[in-house]
């Protein structure tokens, strides 16, 4: 796990072989997951106007949402540091240091490379040698302690609106896969492709597959995911607050900025994107959004722990 900065491309570079086999590894994870179904509503509650979005049971049409400060406030790979801290999988040092790159990263409302570079190379080396359905049952105790109650409720009911149109919605997220499936299950939403941490006989090894979901990979792991699904990129949407994201926001035919950085709010501008900012509750050049996305939506539900498939690099 030596150095990973240069895991963090620019959004101009193409992606590089690791990004490919990360956004492999995370598409595979998430086809090996029992999705949600996707029931189209009743014929007579699909009457809308050709202009209406999203478009009503459209089996080609799905959505993307990233999870850091888009669905969620934060760093979702701090909040599970919390709830590891609490349960001494760490020392005091630990946590400090992920407060500061929490509160930066609340402050700032964008990833700091460092930061992120850091932040994973801790949780990589707290879980090796921990099994993952152990961990998978402590991260939905992590979820009610530290996330449920920081989800915003604009951006999810921008993903609830994708559900009643009887299409698909996945995380898409650096946050290790176990978290954000444990997430999107909480949300009801379809599943989550997320950052790949190596296993051998169910046991975590401290290295990852690829590298982490991040930038490109991102981009690399819905174009797998599509393909597998027969899904038409064109017909879908996409959600981020972050630059890095521009890869998987160029893919859609709906790319939305919600909660943007100064970077990705210049560029949707540019490109005549969608903006949404929930931080300030401006709204913020409402381009073609669903109605749904000025309406509150309280996440909830209960799931079970899902034992997650790994393949071995």
């Known amino acids: 796990m030596a150095a990973l900065l240069g895991w963090l491309p620019s959004r101009r570079h193409s992606a590089t072989p690791r990004s490919v086999l990360a956004g ?6 998430a086809l090996a997951m029992p999705e949600k ?7 007579e509650q699909q009457a809308r106007p050709e202009t209406a979005f999203p478009v009503v049971g459209d089996p080609t049409a799905a959505a993307f949402f990233d999870l850091d400060n888009t669905v969620m406030q934060g760093a979702a790979l701090f909040h599970f540091g919390r709830g590891l801290y609490k349960r001494k999988f760490f020392h005091k040092r630990d946590l400090l240091r992920f407060a500061w790159q929490q509160t930066w990263f609340r402050l700032a409302g964008s990833e700091d490379p460092a930061h992120m570079q850091d932040a994973r190379d801790s949780a990589l080396s707290i879980v090796k040698g921990h099994r993952v359905e152990e961990l998978m049952a402590i991260g939905e105790e992590i979820y009610d302690e530290y996330m449920a109650g920081k989800i915003w409720p604009g951006t999810r009911a921008l993903a609830q609106a994708h559900l009643d149109a009887g299409q698909r919605v996945w995380l898409v997220t650096a946050a290790p896969v176990e978290t954000a ?6 949300l009801g939403l379809t ?3 997320g950052t790949v941490a190596e296993s051998v006989n169910g046991v975590y090894t401290g290295r990852l597959v690829g590298e982490p979901l991040h930038g490109p990979a991102k981009a690399e792991a819905v174009k797998a995911l599509a393909a597998a699904r027969g899904l038409d990129l064109d017909r879908c949407a996409a959600y981020s607050d972050s630059s890095n994201d521009i890869p998987m926001l160029s893919l859609v035919g709906h790319p939305y900025a919600i909660n943007p950085d100064s ?3 210049r560029y ?3 490109h005549e994107w969608r903006l949404r900012d929930y931080r300030t509750g401006r709204k913020a050049a409402r381009i073609g959004l669903p109605a749904a996305a000025g ?3 309280v996440a ?3 799931a079970a722990a899902v034992a997650m498939h790994r393949r071995r690099r």
Do not use: H, M
């Not at 499936?181 to 909480?186: E, S």
């Open 295 to 297: 309406i509150g939506a």
């Open 24 to 29: 492999e590894a995370a598409a595979e994870a």
């Open 300 to 302: 909830g539900g209960a």
């Open 268 to 270: 949707a501008r540019e």
């Open 181 to 186: 499936t444990i997430i999107a299950r909480r």
């Open 37 to 43: 179904d996707a029931t189209p509503p009743p014929v």
């Open 263 to 265: 970077a990705l709010r």
């Open 191 to 193: 599943g989550a492709l």
